[in-house]
């Protein structure tokens, strides 16, 4: 069951047991596992697949917030889409490992989102990125304002 604006209306819904405190600007944390699907021949996670882990990473730091991607496109009519990406691998997952995938919300602006992100192992940093992130009118997949619930929602997390 969803709200007009596309929030998911679920008891404990918000913070899904996964963030840190998503009431300010403290980091959501998701783990995430090393799957064979994930590696390349000698079991090195490859590149594209830290791709993938950020953005569990962000839906489900947006999921933990009460807003599903799905209600949001048949309750609003918008999605989100990656404008542009940053990344620099520091040292390599390997088959089987256990990450974190850590997104902070750096900014919000009227149709763009921008997190900051992390992967980490036992505390080592293997990845970082800064993504941008446009909000967009699926139908015509162009540029949507944020719905007013989600920026007030969001800019107090920034």
């Known amino acids: 069951m969803t709200s007009e604006d596309g929030r998911e209306a ?17 980091a959501f944390v998701f783990p995430v596992r090393v799957y064979f699907e994930d590696t390349d021949a000698a079991g090195i996670a490859y590149y594209a697949s ?6 569990r990473g962000r839906t489900e730091w947006l999921r933990a917030l009460g ?3 799905e209600a949001l496109r048949e309750h609003t009519g918008i999605g989100f889409a990656v404008r542009s990406l ?7 997952a390997r088959l089987d ?14 149709v763009r989102l921008v ?16 993504v941008r992130v446009a909000c967009v009118e699926l139908k015509s ?4 304002a944020l719905p007013r619930a989600l920026r ?5 997390l920034a």
Request: net charge positive.
């Open 10 to 26: 679920r008891p404990g819904n918000a913070g899904a047991g996964r963030g840190v405190n998503l009431k300010s600007a403290e």
């Open 50 to 55: 830290y791709l993938r882990f950020l953005e």
């Open 67 to 69: 807003y599903g991607q």
């Open 86 to 92: 940053a990344i620099e691998y520091l040292k390599p």
């Open 97 to 110: 490992d256990e990450l974190l995938v850590v997104s902070r919300l750096r900014e919000v602006a009227r």
């Open 115 to 130: 997190f900051d992100q992390r992967i980490e192992r036992a505390g080592a940093l293997l990845a970082q990125a800064s």
């Open 141 to 144: 997949m162009k540029p949507a």
């Open 152 to 156: 007030q929602t969001f800019g107090c």
